[in-house]
Protein backbone atom coordinates (compact mmCIF):
# COMPACT_ATOMS: atom_id res chain seq x y z
CA UNK A 1 0.00 0.00 0.00
CA UNK A 2 1.42 3.20 -1.07
CA UNK A 3 1.31 5.93 1.94
CA UNK A 4 2.57 8.23 0.11
CA UNK A 5 4.61 9.64 3.19
CA UNK A 6 7.86 10.76 1.61
CA UNK A 7 6.64 14.24 1.31
CA UNK A 8 6.24 14.57 5.63
CA UNK A 9 9.65 16.16 5.89
CA UNK A 10 9.61 18.23 2.75
CA UNK A 11 11.92 21.09 4.62
CA UNK A 12 14.78 18.61 4.44
CA UNK A 13 15.26 19.59 1.16
CA UNK A 14 16.66 22.71 1.90
CA UNK A 15 20.44 23.03 1.95
CA UNK A 16 22.84 21.92 4.73
CA UNK A 17 23.41 24.84 7.65
CA UNK A 18 26.15 23.97 10.31
CA UNK A 19 25.31 24.31 13.91
CA UNK A 20 26.91 27.90 15.40
CA UNK A 21 30.14 27.09 16.88
CA UNK A 22 31.84 30.65 16.30
CA UNK A 23 29.43 32.68 18.68
CA UNK A 24 29.14 34.93 16.02
CA UNK A 25 25.72 35.89 14.50
CA UNK A 26 24.39 34.00 11.66
CA UNK A 27 22.69 34.64 8.77
CA UNK A 28 19.07 33.97 8.52
CA UNK A 29 18.81 33.95 4.81
CA UNK A 30 17.69 29.94 4.68
CA UNK A 31 15.23 30.30 7.51
CA UNK A 32 13.48 33.46 5.70
CA UNK A 33 13.55 31.53 2.67
CA UNK A 34 12.07 28.31 4.00
CA UNK A 35 9.49 30.00 6.22
CA UNK A 36 8.30 32.26 3.07
CA UNK A 37 7.82 29.17 0.55
CA UNK A 38 5.57 27.82 3.06
CA UNK A 39 3.62 30.52 2.92
CA UNK A 40 4.54 32.70 5.96
CA UNK A 41 5.10 36.45 5.51
CA UNK A 42 8.79 37.90 6.66
CA UNK A 43 7.20 40.44 8.68
CA UNK A 44 9.48 40.17 12.08
CA UNK A 45 11.08 37.81 11.17
CA UNK A 46 14.87 37.86 12.32
CA UNK A 47 17.72 38.93 9.58
CA UNK A 48 20.12 36.94 12.19
CA UNK A 49 20.43 34.94 14.90
CA UNK A 50 18.89 36.11 18.05
CA UNK A 51 18.88 34.68 21.60
CA UNK A 52 16.24 32.10 22.16
CA UNK A 53 15.08 32.56 25.59
CA UNK A 54 11.74 33.20 24.41
CA UNK A 55 10.82 29.56 22.81
CA UNK A 56 8.58 27.02 24.49
CA UNK A 57 8.75 23.96 22.31
CA UNK A 58 12.23 24.15 20.38
CA UNK A 59 15.51 24.37 22.44
CA UNK A 60 16.64 27.84 23.41
CA UNK A 61 19.80 28.55 22.16
CA UNK A 62 20.59 30.73 18.97
CA UNK A 63 17.68 30.87 17.07
CA UNK A 64 16.48 32.46 13.81
CA UNK A 65 12.70 31.70 14.81
CA UNK A 66 10.62 34.32 16.87
CA UNK A 67 7.69 33.01 19.28
CA UNK A 68 5.41 33.48 16.24
CA UNK A 69 7.18 31.82 14.11
CA UNK A 70 7.32 28.71 16.54
CA UNK A 71 3.76 29.12 17.25
CA UNK A 72 3.23 29.34 13.28
CA UNK A 73 5.39 25.98 12.86
CA UNK A 74 3.41 24.46 15.44
CA UNK A 75 0.79 24.38 13.71
CA UNK A 76 1.53 23.76 9.98
CA UNK A 77 3.19 20.34 11.61
CA UNK A 78 0.16 19.72 13.06
CA UNK A 79 -1.88 19.83 10.07
CA UNK A 80 0.77 18.77 7.84
CA UNK A 81 0.83 15.74 9.79
CA UNK A 82 -3.08 14.90 10.24
CA UNK A 83 -2.98 15.98 6.95
CA UNK A 84 -0.91 12.76 5.50
CA UNK A 85 -2.56 10.66 8.19
CA UNK A 86 -5.81 11.14 6.57
CA UNK A 87 -4.26 10.57 3.54
CA UNK A 88 -2.95 7.57 4.40
CA UNK A 89 -6.48 6.57 5.99
CA UNK A 90 -8.16 7.27 2.66
CA UNK A 91 -6.01 5.10 0.51
CA UNK A 92 -6.81 2.31 2.77
CA UNK A 93 -10.80 3.13 2.47
CA UNK A 94 -10.42 3.76 -1.23
CA UNK A 95 -9.60 0.06 -1.23
CA UNK A 96 -12.27 -1.30 1.44
CA UNK A 97 -14.59 0.80 -0.68
CA UNK A 98 -13.63 -0.27 -3.89
CA UNK A 99 -14.18 -4.14 -2.91
CA UNK A 100 -17.36 -3.15 -1.67
CA UNK A 101 -18.98 -2.10 -4.68
CA UNK A 102 -17.46 -4.80 -6.48
CA UNK A 103 -18.77 -7.49 -4.08
CA UNK A 104 -22.04 -5.68 -3.79
CA UNK A 105 -22.88 -5.40 -7.42
CA UNK A 106 -21.88 -8.95 -8.21
CA UNK A 107 -24.34 -10.25 -5.30
CA UNK A 108 -27.01 -7.90 -6.79
CA UNK A 109 -26.71 -8.65 -10.09
CA UNK A 110 -26.83 -12.63 -9.19
CA UNK A 111 -29.62 -11.68 -7.71
CA UNK A 112 -31.14 -9.79 -10.51
CA UNK A 113 -30.22 -11.86 -13.25
CA UNK A 114 -31.94 -14.97 -11.30
CA UNK A 115 -35.13 -12.76 -11.07
CA UNK A 116 -35.01 -12.08 -14.80
CA UNK A 117 -34.33 -15.27 -15.99
CA UNK A 118 -37.08 -16.45 -14.33
CA UNK A 119 -39.09 -13.39 -15.83
CA UNK A 120 -38.35 -14.36 -19.11
CA UNK A 121 -38.78 -18.86 -18.76
CA UNK A 122 -41.71 -19.01 -16.24
CA UNK A 123 -44.01 -17.39 -19.14
CA UNK A 124 -43.02 -20.39 -21.85
CA UNK A 125 -43.02 -22.76 -19.39
CA UNK A 126 -46.03 -22.83 -17.31
CA UNK A 127 -48.39 -20.25 -19.15
CA UNK A 128 -51.19 -18.62 -17.26
CA UNK A 129 -49.45 -19.99 -14.32
CA UNK A 130 -47.35 -18.17 -13.60
CA UNK A 131 -48.63 -15.31 -15.08
CA UNK A 132 -51.99 -15.10 -12.74
CA UNK A 133 -49.24 -15.62 -9.91
CA UNK A 134 -45.96 -13.41 -11.10
CA UNK A 135 -46.63 -11.01 -7.95
CA UNK A 136 -45.45 -13.80 -5.83
CA UNK A 137 -42.63 -14.32 -7.41
CA UNK A 138 -41.60 -10.54 -7.18
CA UNK A 139 -42.31 -10.55 -3.90
CA UNK A 140 -40.10 -13.32 -2.93
CA UNK A 141 -37.13 -11.35 -5.12
CA UNK A 142 -38.20 -7.71 -3.34
CA UNK A 143 -37.37 -9.64 0.32
CA UNK A 144 -34.48 -11.12 -0.79
CA UNK A 145 -33.28 -7.88 -1.44
CA UNK A 146 -34.03 -6.16 1.59
CA UNK A 147 -32.61 -8.71 3.49
CA UNK A 148 -29.30 -8.68 1.42
CA UNK A 149 -29.39 -4.59 1.90
CA UNK A 150 -30.12 -4.98 5.71
CA UNK A 151 -33.26 -5.00 6.66
CA UNK A 152 -33.98 -6.95 9.77
CA UNK A 153 -36.33 -9.60 8.56
CA UNK A 154 -36.34 -13.14 9.54
CA UNK A 155 -34.66 -14.47 5.97
CA UNK A 156 -36.15 -18.16 6.59
CA UNK A 157 -39.73 -17.17 7.83
CA UNK A 158 -39.57 -15.12 4.40
CA UNK A 159 -38.67 -18.54 2.34
CA UNK A 160 -41.45 -20.72 4.34
CA UNK A 161 -44.08 -18.12 3.84
CA UNK A 162 -42.79 -18.10 0.01
CA UNK A 163 -43.71 -21.85 -0.08
CA UNK A 164 -47.24 -21.93 1.92
CA UNK A 165 -48.21 -18.89 -0.32
CA UNK A 166 -47.08 -20.58 -3.61
CA UNK A 167 -48.65 -24.27 -2.80
CA UNK A 168 -52.10 -22.55 -2.38
CA UNK A 169 -51.52 -21.16 -5.42
CA UNK A 170 -50.94 -24.25 -7.48
CA UNK A 171 -53.12 -26.53 -5.43
CA UNK A 172 -56.50 -24.11 -6.59
CA UNK A 173 -55.03 -24.03 -10.20
CA UNK A 174 -55.18 -27.69 -10.12
CA UNK A 175 -58.07 -28.12 -8.54
CA UNK A 176 -60.51 -25.18 -10.22
CA UNK A 177 -63.83 -27.11 -9.72
CA UNK A 178 -63.46 -26.65 -6.12
CA UNK A 179 -63.92 -23.86 -3.68
CA UNK A 180 -61.56 -23.94 -1.02
CA UNK A 181 -61.59 -21.49 2.17
CA UNK A 182 -58.74 -20.27 4.28
CA UNK A 183 -59.22 -23.36 6.91
CA UNK A 184 -59.09 -25.64 4.56
CA UNK A 185 -55.98 -24.48 2.35
CA UNK A 186 -54.44 -24.19 6.29
CA UNK A 187 -55.37 -27.66 6.38
CA UNK A 188 -53.79 -28.85 3.02
CA UNK A 189 -50.49 -26.75 3.72
CA UNK A 190 -50.20 -29.09 6.81
CA UNK A 191 -50.04 -32.43 4.65
CA UNK A 192 -47.05 -30.81 3.43
CA UNK A 193 -44.69 -31.92 6.05
CA UNK A 194 -45.73 -35.61 5.63
CA UNK A 195 -46.67 -35.23 1.41
CA UNK A 196 -43.39 -33.29 0.83
CA UNK A 197 -45.28 -31.73 -3.09
CA UNK A 198 -42.01 -29.58 -3.45
CA UNK A 199 -39.49 -32.86 -2.81
CA UNK A 200 -36.63 -31.55 -1.19
CA UNK A 201 -36.19 -28.34 -2.70
CA UNK A 202 -37.82 -26.47 -0.21
CA UNK A 203 -35.60 -27.87 2.62
CA UNK A 204 -32.29 -27.71 0.95
CA UNK A 205 -32.99 -24.11 -0.84
CA UNK A 206 -33.58 -23.02 3.15
CA UNK A 207 -30.41 -24.56 4.22
CA UNK A 208 -28.14 -22.94 1.62
CA UNK A 209 -29.56 -19.91 0.46
CA UNK A 210 -29.70 -18.43 4.14
CA UNK A 211 -26.11 -19.48 4.83
CA UNK A 212 -25.25 -18.31 1.19
CA UNK A 213 -27.59 -14.41 2.29
CA UNK A 214 -25.83 -14.80 5.39
CA UNK A 215 -22.12 -15.15 4.13
CA UNK A 216 -22.86 -12.65 1.83
CA UNK A 217 -24.76 -9.64 3.91
CA UNK A 218 -22.10 -9.67 6.77
CA UNK A 219 -19.43 -9.86 4.36
CA UNK A 220 -20.25 -6.76 2.23
CA UNK A 221 -21.12 -4.96 5.78
CA UNK A 222 -17.38 -6.16 7.16
CA UNK A 223 -16.35 -4.16 4.14
CA UNK A 224 -18.07 -0.95 4.72
CA UNK A 225 -17.50 -1.20 8.77
CA UNK A 226 -13.99 -1.53 7.84
CA UNK A 227 -14.11 1.62 5.61
CA UNK A 228 -15.88 3.77 7.69
CA UNK A 229 -13.59 2.70 10.73
CA UNK A 230 -10.71 3.92 9.14
CA UNK A 231 -12.16 7.07 8.17
CA UNK A 232 -13.36 8.07 11.15
CA UNK A 233 -10.11 7.04 13.42
CA UNK A 234 -8.07 8.95 10.50
CA UNK A 235 -9.78 11.93 11.23
CA UNK A 236 -9.18 12.75 14.80
CA UNK A 237 -7.38 15.26 15.89
CA UNK A 238 -4.20 15.09 17.59
CA UNK A 239 -3.63 16.30 21.08
CA UNK A 240 -1.85 19.24 21.83
CA UNK A 241 1.11 17.18 23.53
CA UNK A 242 1.01 15.53 19.93
CA UNK A 243 1.71 18.93 18.40
CA UNK A 244 4.71 20.03 20.37
CA UNK A 245 6.03 16.90 19.61
CA UNK A 246 5.97 17.17 15.91
CA UNK A 247 7.13 20.34 16.04
CA UNK A 248 10.17 19.41 17.93
CA UNK A 249 10.74 16.91 15.53
CA UNK A 250 9.94 18.60 12.28
CA UNK A 251 11.09 22.14 12.64
CA UNK A 252 13.38 22.96 14.99
CA UNK A 253 16.07 21.67 13.39
CA UNK A 254 15.13 25.21 11.36
CA UNK A 255 15.33 26.89 14.03
CA UNK A 256 18.65 25.43 15.40
CA UNK A 257 20.32 26.35 11.63
CA UNK A 258 20.43 22.93 11.40
CA UNK A 259 17.62 22.33 8.65
CA UNK A 260 18.68 19.69 6.55
CA UNK A 261 19.52 17.46 9.23
CA UNK A 262 16.91 14.28 9.90
CA UNK A 263 15.48 13.48 12.56
CA UNK A 264 17.05 10.06 14.21
CA UNK A 265 14.83 7.05 12.95
CA UNK A 266 14.31 5.86 16.67
CA UNK A 267 13.15 9.53 17.85
CA UNK A 268 10.94 9.84 14.90
CA UNK A 269 9.65 6.02 15.60
CA UNK A 270 8.76 7.60 19.77
CA UNK A 271 7.01 10.62 18.24
CA UNK A 272 5.02 8.41 15.67
CA UNK A 273 4.34 5.91 18.28
CA UNK A 274 2.96 8.57 20.70
CA UNK A 275 0.92 10.34 18.37
CA UNK A 276 -0.30 7.23 17.09
CA UNK A 277 -0.62 5.76 20.75
CA UNK A 278 -5.18 5.33 20.29
CA UNK A 279 -5.16 3.99 16.76
CA UNK A 280 -2.53 1.30 17.67
CA UNK A 281 -5.19 -0.28 19.67
CA UNK A 282 -7.37 -0.58 16.66
CA UNK A 283 -4.75 -3.95 16.09
CA UNK A 284 -6.10 -6.67 18.10
CA UNK A 285 -9.48 -5.77 16.97
CA UNK A 286 -9.01 -5.18 13.19
CA UNK A 287 -6.59 -8.01 12.72
CA UNK A 288 -9.77 -9.95 13.96
CA UNK A 289 -12.40 -8.28 11.74
CA UNK A 290 -9.98 -9.15 8.89
CA UNK A 291 -9.24 -12.86 9.65
CA UNK A 292 -13.48 -13.32 10.24
CA UNK A 293 -13.42 -11.55 6.89
CA UNK A 294 -10.92 -14.23 5.40
CA UNK A 295 -12.61 -17.21 6.93
CA UNK A 296 -16.20 -16.07 5.43
CA UNK A 297 -14.90 -15.78 1.94
CA UNK A 298 -14.23 -19.08 2.16
CA UNK A 299 -17.69 -19.66 1.63
CA UNK A 300 -17.44 -18.17 -1.60
CA UNK A 301 -16.44 -21.18 -3.18
CA UNK A 302 -17.10 -24.55 -4.03
CA UNK A 303 -20.89 -26.24 -5.34
CA UNK A 304 -22.66 -24.53 -2.73
CA UNK A 305 -21.16 -21.30 -3.08
CA UNK A 306 -22.83 -18.19 -2.66
CA UNK A 307 -22.83 -17.82 -6.53
CA UNK A 308 -24.33 -20.89 -7.25
CA UNK A 309 -27.03 -20.89 -4.56
CA UNK A 310 -27.86 -16.94 -5.42
CA UNK A 311 -27.50 -17.40 -9.01
CA UNK A 312 -29.80 -20.77 -9.51
CA UNK A 313 -32.82 -19.34 -7.35
CA UNK A 314 -35.34 -19.35 -10.27
CA UNK A 315 -34.16 -22.83 -11.12
CA UNK A 316 -34.59 -24.62 -7.66
CA UNK A 317 -38.19 -23.08 -7.82
CA UNK A 318 -39.07 -23.82 -11.24
CA UNK A 319 -37.79 -27.85 -10.09
CA UNK A 320 -40.46 -27.14 -7.09
CA UNK A 321 -42.90 -26.41 -9.11
CA UNK A 322 -42.27 -29.50 -11.48
CA UNK A 323 -42.90 -31.36 -9.07
CA UNK A 324 -45.82 -30.38 -7.33
CA UNK A 325 -47.44 -30.68 -10.42
CA UNK A 326 -46.12 -33.89 -11.81
CA UNK A 327 -47.68 -35.07 -8.65
CA UNK A 328 -50.74 -33.08 -8.08
CA UNK A 329 -53.34 -35.95 -8.52
CA UNK A 330 -51.62 -37.90 -5.46
CA UNK A 331 -51.59 -34.78 -3.50
CA UNK A 332 -54.70 -33.72 -3.53
CA UNK A 333 -56.32 -37.20 -3.12
CA UNK A 334 -54.46 -37.38 0.14
CA UNK A 335 -55.18 -33.39 1.18
CA UNK A 336 -58.95 -34.72 0.32
CA UNK A 337 -58.78 -37.89 2.78
CA UNK A 338 -56.79 -35.59 5.37
CA UNK A 339 -58.83 -32.64 5.33
CA UNK A 340 -62.43 -34.16 3.79
CA UNK A 341 -63.58 -33.24 -0.50
CA UNK A 342 -63.89 -29.85 -0.92
CA UNK A 343 -67.40 -27.88 -1.98
CA UNK A 344 -68.01 -28.09 -5.69
CA UNK A 345 -68.41 -24.65 -7.04
CA UNK A 346 -65.62 -23.61 -9.57
CA UNK A 347 -65.06 -24.44 -13.27
CA UNK A 348 -64.10 -27.28 -14.64
CA UNK A 349 -61.03 -27.33 -16.96
CA UNK A 350 -58.44 -29.38 -18.60
CA UNK A 351 -55.20 -29.60 -17.60
CA UNK A 352 -54.10 -30.95 -21.02
CA UNK A 353 -53.08 -27.19 -22.14
CA UNK A 354 -51.22 -26.59 -19.19
CA UNK A 355 -49.34 -29.77 -19.47
CA UNK A 356 -48.44 -29.01 -22.87
CA UNK A 357 -47.30 -25.45 -21.78
CA UNK A 358 -45.43 -26.56 -19.40
CA UNK A 359 -43.01 -28.62 -21.28
CA UNK A 360 -38.94 -28.83 -19.39
CA UNK A 361 -37.96 -26.33 -16.34
CA UNK A 362 -35.45 -24.12 -17.26
CA UNK A 363 -32.01 -25.28 -17.23
CA UNK A 364 -29.75 -23.91 -14.83
CA UNK A 365 -27.35 -21.14 -16.03
CA UNK A 366 -23.44 -22.39 -15.84
CA UNK A 367 -21.74 -19.65 -12.86
CA UNK A 368 -19.31 -17.71 -14.09
CA UNK A 369 -15.94 -16.93 -12.50
CA UNK A 370 -16.55 -13.80 -11.37
CA UNK A 371 -16.59 -13.73 -8.09
CA UNK A 372 -13.38 -16.19 -7.77
CA UNK A 373 -11.23 -13.27 -8.75
CA UNK A 374 -13.17 -10.70 -7.04
CA UNK A 375 -13.19 -13.45 -3.75
CA UNK A 376 -9.21 -13.53 -5.08
CA UNK A 377 -8.23 -10.09 -5.78
CA UNK A 378 -9.90 -9.06 -1.69
CA UNK A 379 -8.36 -11.33 0.17
CA UNK A 380 -4.81 -10.98 -0.81
CA UNK A 381 -5.48 -6.50 -0.09
CA UNK A 382 -7.39 -8.10 3.26
CA UNK A 383 -3.87 -9.81 4.21
CA UNK A 384 -1.87 -6.71 3.23
CA UNK A 385 -3.48 -4.34 5.34
CA UNK A 386 -4.12 -6.39 8.76
CA UNK A 387 -1.19 -4.73 10.05
CA UNK A 388 -2.10 -1.14 8.97
CA UNK A 389 -2.20 0.68 12.77
CA UNK A 390 0.60 -0.56 14.27
CA UNK A 391 2.93 -0.41 11.12
CA UNK A 392 1.42 3.57 10.49
CA UNK A 393 4.07 4.67 13.01
CA UNK A 394 6.97 3.47 10.79
CA UNK A 395 5.60 3.95 7.22
CA UNK A 396 5.97 7.77 8.14
CA UNK A 397 9.91 7.41 9.21
CA UNK A 398 10.79 5.97 5.76
CA UNK A 399 14.62 6.21 4.99
CA UNK A 400 13.71 8.77 3.11
CA UNK A 401 12.78 10.68 6.25
CA UNK A 402 14.46 9.61 9.07
CA UNK A 403 18.94 9.31 8.91
CA UNK A 404 19.97 6.22 7.62
CA UNK A 405 21.66 3.56 10.44
CA UNK A 406 24.90 4.92 9.05
CA UNK A 407 24.37 8.17 10.32
CA UNK A 408 22.69 7.95 13.60
CA UNK A 409 25.46 10.11 15.26
CA UNK A 410 25.07 12.61 13.06
CA UNK A 411 21.11 12.87 13.21
CA UNK A 412 18.68 15.49 14.74
CA UNK A 413 18.12 13.83 18.71
CA UNK A 414 15.25 16.84 19.57
CA UNK A 415 18.29 18.55 21.25
CA UNK A 416 21.19 18.80 18.75
CA UNK A 417 23.09 16.80 15.88
CA UNK A 418 23.83 13.39 17.90
CA UNK A 419 22.75 9.84 18.70
CA UNK A 420 19.49 9.10 20.12
CA UNK A 421 19.52 7.18 23.26
CA UNK A 422 16.01 6.28 24.51
CA UNK A 423 14.62 3.12 23.98
CA UNK A 424 12.01 2.80 21.13
CA UNK A 425 8.01 2.28 22.70
CA UNK A 426 5.66 -0.20 21.62
CA UNK A 427 2.57 -0.23 20.32
CA UNK A 428 -0.68 1.03 21.81
CA UNK A 429 -1.74 3.71 24.49
CA UNK A 430 -0.55 1.35 27.27
CA UNK A 431 3.43 1.03 25.91
CA UNK A 432 3.54 4.82 25.88
CA UNK A 433 3.57 5.59 30.03
CA UNK A 434 7.27 5.88 29.56
CA UNK A 435 7.35 7.46 26.09
CA UNK A 436 10.09 10.80 26.40
CA UNK A 437 9.06 12.55 23.57
CA UNK A 438 5.05 12.24 23.39
CA UNK A 439 3.89 13.43 27.35
CA UNK A 440 0.33 10.48 27.30
CA UNK A 441 -1.70 10.20 30.61
CA UNK A 442 -2.86 6.29 29.51
CA UNK A 443 -6.19 6.22 32.00
CA UNK A 444 -8.10 8.81 29.11
CA UNK A 445 -8.23 6.88 26.07
CA UNK A 446 -9.62 8.73 22.81
CA UNK A 447 -13.43 7.53 22.92
CA UNK A 448 -14.16 8.02 19.61
CA UNK A 449 -11.56 5.30 18.84
CA UNK A 450 -12.96 3.49 21.53
CA UNK A 451 -16.57 3.48 19.58
CA UNK A 452 -14.85 2.21 16.47
CA UNK A 453 -12.73 -0.46 18.33
CA UNK A 454 -16.36 -1.38 19.47
CA UNK A 455 -17.97 -1.86 16.25
CA UNK A 456 -14.80 -4.10 15.01
CA UNK A 457 -16.07 -6.36 18.27
CA UNK A 458 -19.70 -6.09 16.90
CA UNK A 459 -19.07 -6.66 13.11
CA UNK A 460 -16.41 -9.87 13.82
CA UNK A 461 -19.07 -11.12 16.12
CA UNK A 462 -21.74 -10.93 12.85
CA UNK A 463 -18.94 -12.08 10.64
CA UNK A 464 -18.31 -15.74 13.15
CA UNK A 465 -22.02 -15.88 13.27
CA UNK A 466 -22.08 -15.87 9.51
CA UNK A 467 -19.67 -18.41 8.89
CA UNK A 468 -21.31 -21.04 11.22
CA UNK A 469 -24.45 -20.11 8.79
CA UNK A 470 -25.76 -18.15 11.63
CA UNK A 471 -27.71 -14.77 11.64
CA UNK A 472 -26.85 -12.95 15.18
CA UNK A 473 -30.03 -10.81 14.51
CA UNK A 474 -32.55 -13.54 15.12
CA UNK A 475 -31.12 -15.34 17.97
CA UNK A 476 -30.86 -12.82 20.57
CA UNK A 477 -34.27 -13.43 23.09
CA UNK A 478 -33.67 -10.65 25.38
CA UNK A 479 -35.47 -7.49 25.21
CA UNK A 480 -32.41 -5.32 25.24
CA UNK A 481 -30.00 -5.57 22.17
CA UNK A 482 -30.17 -6.32 19.18
CA UNK A 483 -27.72 -7.03 16.15
CA UNK A 484 -28.20 -4.35 13.49
CA UNK A 485 -29.69 -5.77 10.77
CA UNK A 486 -28.89 -2.93 8.78
CA UNK A 487 -26.66 -3.16 5.98
CA UNK A 488 -23.00 -1.81 5.43
CA UNK A 489 -22.69 0.77 3.33
CA UNK A 490 -20.11 3.64 2.68
CA UNK A 491 -21.20 7.10 2.42
CA UNK A 492 -22.43 7.45 -0.81
CA UNK A 493 -23.27 3.73 -1.28
CA UNK A 494 -25.87 3.86 1.26
CA UNK A 495 -29.31 2.68 0.17
CA UNK A 496 -31.82 5.09 0.76
CA UNK A 497 -33.74 3.22 2.90
CA UNK A 498 -36.41 4.21 5.60
CA UNK A 499 -36.55 1.37 7.56
CA UNK A 500 -36.75 2.15 11.49
CA UNK A 501 -33.88 0.16 12.34
CA UNK A 502 -31.47 2.56 10.62
CA UNK A 503 -28.81 5.08 11.81
CA UNK A 504 -28.50 8.18 9.47
CA UNK A 505 -24.84 8.70 7.96
CA UNK A 506 -23.63 10.90 10.85
CA UNK A 507 -20.12 11.04 13.10
CA UNK A 508 -22.19 9.44 15.34
CA UNK A 509 -21.90 5.71 16.17
CA UNK A 510 -21.58 3.40 12.72
CA UNK A 511 -25.04 2.39 11.94
CA UNK A 512 -23.98 -1.37 11.00
CA UNK A 513 -24.65 -2.71 14.60
CA UNK A 514 -26.81 -0.24 16.72
CA UNK A 515 -30.16 0.45 16.13
CA UNK A 516 -31.32 4.07 17.25
CA UNK A 517 -34.91 3.52 17.70
CA UNK A 518 -35.56 0.17 17.46
CA UNK A 519 -35.18 -1.02 21.29
CA UNK A 520 -37.02 -3.83 21.02
CA UNK A 521 -35.73 -7.13 19.42
CA UNK A 522 -37.52 -8.31 16.27
CA UNK A 523 -37.22 -12.43 17.07
CA UNK A 524 -36.81 -15.01 14.77
CA UNK A 525 -37.32 -18.62 14.85
CA UNK A 526 -33.61 -19.54 15.05
CA UNK A 527 -33.10 -22.33 17.78
CA UNK A 528 -29.53 -21.46 18.88
CA UNK A 529 -29.19 -18.23 21.74
CA UNK A 530 -26.32 -15.98 21.43
CA UNK A 531 -23.29 -16.74 23.82
CA UNK A 532 -23.18 -15.22 27.04
CA UNK A 533 -19.94 -13.18 25.73
CA UNK A 534 -21.81 -12.01 22.75
CA UNK A 535 -25.00 -10.60 24.87
CA UNK A 536 -22.68 -8.55 27.56
CA UNK A 537 -20.45 -7.51 24.48
CA UNK A 538 -23.52 -6.37 22.61
CA UNK A 539 -25.51 -4.86 25.72
CA UNK A 540 -21.84 -2.79 26.69
CA UNK A 541 -21.97 -1.13 23.16
CA UNK A 542 -25.30 -0.02 23.47
CA UNK A 543 -24.49 1.81 27.06
CA UNK A 544 -21.32 3.26 25.59
CA UNK A 545 -22.75 4.41 22.49
CA UNK A 546 -26.02 5.72 23.94
CA UNK A 547 -24.32 7.48 26.26
CA UNK A 548 -21.92 8.74 23.91
CA UNK A 549 -24.34 10.07 22.00
CA UNK A 550 -27.34 11.09 24.53
CA UNK A 551 -29.40 9.09 22.47
CA UNK A 552 -32.71 8.97 24.83
Not at 127 to 139: I, M, S, V
Not at 285 to 306: H, K, T
Request: charged share 25%; hydrophobic share 35%.
Amino acid sequence: MDLRLSFFFCFLATPIVGENTSGKARSCSDVRQFYSGKGFHLVGVPQTEISGEHLRICPQGYTCCTSEMEESLSTLSRREFEGLVKEAGHSLQLSLTTQYKSFDGYFLDLLNQSERSLQDSFPAVYGELYTQNARLFKDLYAELRRYYRGSNINLEEVLNEFWVRLLERLFKAQNPQYVFGDEYLECAVKQTETLRPFGDVPRELKLKATRAFIAARSFVQGLGVSSEVVRKVSQVPLSPECTRALMKLMYCPHCRGMPSVKPCINYCRNVMKGCLANQADLDTEWRNLIESMLQVADRFNGPSSVEVVIGSIHTRISEAMVNMLDNSAHFTSKVFQACGTPRVGGTQVSGSEDKKKRGKSPVDEKAGLGLEKLVSDVTGKLREMQQYWVQLPNALCTDKVSAAPASEDKCWNGMSRASYLPEVMGDGLASQINNPEVEIDITKPDMTIRQQIMQLKIMTNRLRNAFNGNDVDFQDTSDDVSGSGSGACVEELCPRSTDRNTIPNTDQPIQYAIPAENKKVVKGTASQALPHSTLLLLSLAVVLFRREVNWP
